[in-house]
């Protein structure tokens, strides 16, 4: 079964309000947590390093201020899309890592969340 | 940099047909991991394999198999005997100390087509 469960699956919400996604560690607890966006036929890109009990880490490019990353506890993040566009329709993955295991185990993904902003 | 490259956008192959995809990547670190992961189209990612760098030793799981060359930096991917459920995007990826903390990079991924 998943080890990381990510909800919802699917979100359409309108243009201007704010959606909440959750990523939930299930089987450990992850100190670190990612958060990945992947347009249609398009690799993943990397947004920002939720670290739990400190501010996420964004990648160049990202709006902190668009895409709220809260790590409240070892195993749960949350990526709140404010103010949503259509331009941010998506599909949003969230990973963890079992904690000590550094670079060499395979992230967990979540099952993504597919945003449509109408 | 820390790169990773899947040249092939999409491949089309029928079943039955052996494919191989292939995965570059560049890194100045001496440790580092691989993987290969499947993407369906319902998109949750599949994780299939993990090698470290200094495990150069080719693998293989049923049809599944894995051929690492550090001299090439390559880290290729072949299904024997496609299927139609193989039909997927698949993504190489790259995680090291100089991809920030170990964060995990990704190809652009190769879409496979296997017609029955």
């Known amino acids: 079964g998943a080890v990381v469960s990510q909800h919802p699956s699917r979100v359409i919400c309108k243009s201007g309000t704010s959606v909440k996604i959750e990523c939930r560690s299930l089987?450990?607890?992850?100190?670190?947590m990612f958060w990945y966006r992947q347009f249609p036929k398009q690799s993943l890109m990397l947004m920002a390093t939720?670290?739990?009990?400190?501010?996420?880490?964004?990648e160049q490019g990202v709006e902190k201020d668009k895409f709220l990353i809260n790590h409240a506890s070892l195993t749960l993040s949350t990526l709140t899309v404010t103010s949503a566009h259509p331009e941010d329709s998506s599909f949003y993955i969230c990973s963890a890592r079992s904690p000590g295991s550094g670079g060499g185990t395979e992230a967990f993904f979540g099952q993504g969340t597919r945003l449509t902003v109408v | 940099a820390q790169k990773v490259t899947q040249a092939q956008t999409e491949i089309s192959v029928v079943e039955k047909e052996d494919v191989t995809l292939d995965c570059v990547y560049e890194?100045?670190?001496?440790?580092?991991?691989l993987f290969w992961y499947k993407q369906p189209p319902s998109g949750e990612l599949v994780f299939l394999i993990r090698r470290n760098s200094f495990d150069e030793q080719n693998e293989i799981s049923g049809r599944y198999s894995w051929n690492f060359q550090k001299s090439t930096s390559s880290f290729n991917f072949t299904i024997t005997a496609s299927q139609v459920v193989d039909s997927a995007v698949y993504f190489c990826a790259l995680s090291s100390l100089n991809t920030g903390g170990f964060k995990t990079i990704f190809g652009a991924g190769t879409r496979l087509f296997v017609k029955a």
């Open positions: 890194t100045r670190d001496t440790t580092y991991y």
């Open positions: 939720s670290n739990e009990g400190s501010k996420a880490t964004y």
């Open positions: 089987d450990f607890q992850a100190t670190t």
